[in-house]
C-alpha cells in the first residue's frame, strides 16, 4: 500500500508560480512512476506531468515542471506564469506493481 499527500495548493495571481509536494510513504520500494493530475469540475482527470523512477520527466506544458528530491524524496511539481485557466484540484499518483494510488489532491485557484 502506498499512501500520497500533497500540498502547497492555494490562492496566486495570475503570472504567479506555486510549488506542489507530493509525498509518498507506506510501499515506495518499486514505485515505477509519478504522475500529476489536474481535474476540474465536470471535467475528466487530465495528466499533465510525469517522472519515472529513472529521472525521465514529461509535462504537457513547458510552465510545469516536475522533479523529485532523491529516490525516496517528494515529488514536486514546479507551477510557473499562472494562467486562470489553470485553476484545478492538482492530483498526484503513483503506479507501484500494476496499482494505482493517488493522493487527496489540492486546490490551485488563479486569480486574473
Known amino acids: 500500500q502506498v499512501e500520497l499527500v500533497e500540498s502547497g495548493g492555494g490562492l496566486v495571481q495570475a503570472g504567479g508560480s506555486l510549488r506542489l509536494s507530493c509525498v509518498a510513504s507506506?510501499?515506495?520500494?518499486?514505485?515505477?512512476?509519478f504522475r500529476w493530475h489536474r481535474q476540474t469540475p465536470g471535467n475528466a482527470r487530465e495528466v499533465i506531468a510525469t517522472i519515472f523512477t529513472d529521472g525521465s520527466t514529461s509535462a504537457v506544458d513547458s510552465r510545469f515542471t516536475i522533479s523529485r528530491d532523491g529516490p525516496r524524496g517528494p515529488v514536486y511539481l514546479q507551477l510557473d506564469r499562472l494562467k486562470p485557466g489553470d485553476t484545478a484540484v492538482y492530483y498526484c499518483?503513483?503506479?507501484?506493481?500494476?496499482?494505482?494510488?493517488w493522493g487527496q489532491g489540492t486546490q490551485v485557484t488563479v486569480s486574473s
Open positions: 499518483s503513483a503506479f507501484r506493481q500494476h496499482k494505482l494510488y
Open positions: 507506506g510501499d515506495i520500494v518499486g514505485i515505477e512512476s
